[in-house]
């Protein structure tokens, strides 16, 4: 009986961890979601933009530059 009832415990705690991990996932589905849609729209402005563009990295390289910076 013993057995039984620690089974049955330790079900549901599984049972609740288990949710909360389907939550969790759910929620970075989400979040990496929206960030994609966020870099997609920065990209599409940073390319579409008449006006020369680059990004440069704290080291002073050059990452990115947009044709624009040539015309």
Do not use: H, P
């Not at 920065?42 to 440069?56: C, D, H, P």
């Amino acid at each position: 009986m013993e057995n039984t009832d620690a089974l049955k415990n330790r079900n549901a705690e599984l049972i609740a961890e288990n949710e909360q991990l389907k939550e969790d996932a759910r929620q970075l589905a989400e979040v990496t979601q929206a960030y994609q849609e966020s870099q997609n729209r920065f990209q599409a402005v940073f390319e579409a933009s008449r006006l020369g563009n680059k990004i440069i990295a704290s080291d002073l390289k050059i990452l990115i530059l947009t044709a624009q910076l040539f015309l």
